[in-house]
Nanobody
Framework: QVQLVESGGGLVQAGGSLRLSCAASGRTFSLYTAGWFRQAPGQEREFVGC????????YYADSAKGRFTISRDNAKNTVYLQMNSLKPEDTAVYYCAADPNVYSGTYYREYGMSYWGKGTLVTVSS
């Protein structure tokens, strides 16, 4: 069982940056695939990206490529989402997620993950 708590959300102007953190409980989190998803008002949840348990590989949605970076520090049981060049359309609740399996990024993009945080709101003003 893994519990996830996101932090770092807030209000930022377009073009700005924000870093989200996801603190995880559970000794086995370092073996889990981790990811970020988001949900804008009135829209379905959307995959942002994911990272392997070792941090050696990442996979991003097209909307995140070149602007967002996912990293992790297993010693701290924490996953990060660095967001640069933010746009108003990035406004959403961002959710951290984790999964004990090792599936492809395309799989997680389609089916999501097993464990979820409660989310943190990111608002990008124009």
């Amino acid at each position: 069982q893994v519990q996830l708590v996101e932090s770092g959300g807030g209000l930022v102007q377009a073009g700005g940056s924000l870093r989200l953190s996801c603190a995880a409980s559970g000794r086995t989190f370092s073996l889990y695939t981790a990811g970020w998803f988001r949900q804008a008002p009135g829209q379905e949840r959307e995959f942002v990206g994911c990272i392997t348990w070792s941090g050696g590989a990442t996979y991003y949605a097209d909307s995140a490529k070149g602007r967002f970076t996912i990293s992790r520090d297993n010693a701290k049981n924490t996953v990060y989402l660095q967001m640069n060049s933010l746009k108003p359309e990035d406004t959403a609740v961002y959710y951290c997620a984790a999964d004990p399996n090792v599936y492809s990024g395309t799989y997680y993009r389609e089916y999501g993950m097993s464990y979820w945080g409660k989310g943190t709101l990111v608002t990008v003003s124009s």
